[in-house]
């Protein structure tokens, strides 16, 4: 099984990034998929939810209107856009993966917004 992230980087305040998390070795489009993020010094909280079929979505309060998750499930895919980023935004970001068989994680990106 592998969660492998991508598309973190350095951003200033108010910008744009888009994650993506390739998923393999199991049945993805089976899975609710999610994106969690751990900033220095704090404990690790959910950024966004997405169930298996991407017909629900839910997000934590201080990135509703700003985040959005998605899906691919014919490409094993889940993306995070990321708009109007903040300082306090800045954090690893990890893929989560949750169904009947387990619950994986990736190994994370960095996100970082700074002026």
């Known amino acids: 099984v592998q969660l492998v992230e991508s598309g973190g980087g350095l951003v200033q305040p108010g910008g744009s990034l888009r994650l993506s998390c390739a998923a393999s070795g199991f049945s993805f489009s089976s899975y609710a998929m999610s994106w969690f993020r751990q900033a220095p010094g704090k404990e690790r909280e959910l950024v966004a939810r997405?169930?298996?079929?991407?017909?629900?979505?839910n997000y934590a309060d201080s990135m509703k209107g700003r985040f959005t998750i998605s899906r691919d499930n014919a490409k094993n895919t889940v993306y995070l856009q990321m708009n109007l980023l903040k300082l306090e935004d800045t954090a690893v970001y990890y893929c989560?993966?949750?169904?009947?068989?387990?619950?994986?994680w990736g190994q994370g990106t960095q996100v970082t917004v700074s002026p």
């Open positions: 997405i169930t298996s079929n991407g017909g629900s979505t």
């Open positions: 989560h993966a949750v169904g009947i068989r387990g619950i994986y």
